[in-house]
């Protein structure tokens, strides 16, 4: 029996005029060529569930024009496919094309989770919720021959970290990727409205015992001499005896990682120093806005992020000055944003020596806060139409100005951010800040580049 996990791995932006300003912008294609080169951590988190007598193999595919449908292998028992909503649809092409060959498919995730029905018009089965409980039930049904079309986890059924296998590194070709991602945590404490991954997949705060952690780096490292590590976390070190536990073993792994954070982790000198040592090199933080119109309202159950806001710089400084780089994450468009925001977020940038910056437009994933009052205000301009889900794509009539003056400027913005002089600058303020923190360069290494996507 052969299994095939089918991974839509491109990520490119849907409007033409902002793949071709791309092109001279390349901080944007850094990140998006970071994205793309993750490999699916979900499906090789499944493959390492799946009893040792069945064959599995691992795919992905970047752009369907480059790799139609039709030229796909064959001889599966069955297809297992993972997308973010932006690639759903070439996800979609794909699992039509196996059905149409007779070969069952199956697909899961957060996009799959919110919306089943429109899954189930392409394939065979659907997961709806955390994969790992409802696998070894998907496997039961494939050997009998009698797949159900809905797997739907129950709330007795909720997955414990514990119990994850671990992942199958192995199927990978691992000169393929510039890091391999590793699951410490899943969940997050805040709930914001754009994002969707607490939402839908778990209640609660979950953690990885520290010694499957190591297992897992371990296993990483005997098929890449020196790895980097993205720990592919919600939200890391939400716990702080949990990650200093785990940063002390770490210590003893040499290698180097990045993960995305809380503004918080700044508060704890001891976790800071721990990170340092233990070989992070970024943390990618939400800091979605340097406005405090921009801020409020953003995290729905304590308003907590505006309430950082007061501390967002020296948090940025005390960070940097640890040799750990941070991308500063913003988000364009908010409800609170005026055209003034470009200008606000390029001083921010300036004023920290942000090493990095990543920039995004507001985008209302399916299952979201931000997607359900959108609709409600009628201010979604294409609804149901995943592509231009993004993260660079304006989908929705913003309250401060309109959706062209939005576009227009995230390219301008990006175009100011990703200047070679401004970059220089902004990195030569940073290795400042090291100097002035104390730390030896050549105990952090080189900083490296790092994409993200609030789906998930």
């Known amino acids: 029996m052969r299994i095939l996990m089918m991974a839509m791995s491109g990520v490119r932006a849907w409007s033409e005029e902002l793949n071709r300003a791309k092109l001279t912008m390349p901080g944007v294609v850094e990140r998006g060529n970071v994205i793309a080169s993750l490999p699916s951590l ?29 030229d796909l292998p064959g001889g599966y028992d069955l297809v297992a496919i993972a997308s973010f909503s932006a690639q759903i649809m070439d996800a979609y092409a794909v699992a039509d094309e196996y059905r149409r060959r007779g070969t069952p498919v ?22 709806v919720g955390e994969g790992e409980p409802m696998w070894p039930r998907v496997i039961e049904d494939l050997r009998r021959g009698r797949l159900r079309e809905r797997y ?11 119990d994850a296998p671990m992942p199958r590194f192995d199927l990978l070709e691992v000169e393929k990727y510039n890091r391999l991602t590793v699951q410490t945590s899943r969940g997050c404490p805040h709930k914001c409205d754009f994002c969707a991954s607490l939402i839908l997949l778990t209640k609660r705060y979950k953690l990885k015992p520290v010694e499957n952690v190591i297992a897992e780096v371990r296993r990483i490292k005997e098929i890449w001499r020196r790895p980097f590590i993205e720990f592919a976390d919600d939200n890391s070190f939400v716990h702080r005896g949990h990650s200093k536990e785990l940063l002390r073993a770490l210590r003893q792994e040499k290698v180097r990682w990045f993960t995305e954070a809380d503004i918080s982790v700044a508060g704890d000198p001891e976790l800071l120093d721990l990170m340092r040592e233990s070989g992070c090199r970024q943390v990618l933080i939400g800091l979605e806005s340097p406005t405090p119109s921009g801020l409020d309202g953003v995290e729905l159950r304590r308003n907590w992020k505006l309430r950082q806001l007061p501390d967002y710089e020296t948090a940025v400084r005390e960070i940097q000055s640890r040799g750990i780089a941070v991308n500063g994450c913003f988000i364009l468009g908010l409800d609170g944003d005026t055209e003034a925001v470009f200008d606000e977020i390029h001083t921010f940038a300036e004023r920290t020596s942000l090493f990095d910056v990543q920039l995004t437009v507001s985008t209302p994933f399916p299952g979201t806060p931000l997607l359900t009052r959108l609709r409600k205000e009628g201010r979604i301009l294409h609804d149901g139409d995943w592509r231009r889900c993004t993260l660079f794509d304006v989908n929705f009539v913003p309250r401060g100005m309109t959706p062209e003056r939005l576009q227009r400027g995230l390219v301008e913005l990006a175009y100011r951010i990703y200047d070679p002089g401004f970059v220089m600058k902004r990195r030569e303020g940073f290795f400042r800040g090291v100097l002035h923190g ?19």
């Open 438 to 456: 104390n730390v030896v360069p050549g105990e952090m290494g080189q900083p490296v580049l790092a994409g993200a996507t609030y789906e998930n």
């Open 106 to 127: 199956i697909m899961g995730g957060l996009h799959v989770s919110v919306l089943p029905d429109e899954a189930l018009l392409h394939c065979t089965s659907v997961v």
């Open 42 to 70: 979900g499906l090789l988190t499944l493959a390492g569930l799946t009893p040792a007598d069945i064959d599995v193999d691992y795919r992905e595919i970047k752009d369907l024009r480059e790799e139609p449908a039709a």
């Open 152 to 162: 739907v986890q129950g709330p007795e059924e909720q997955f414990d970290l514990e």
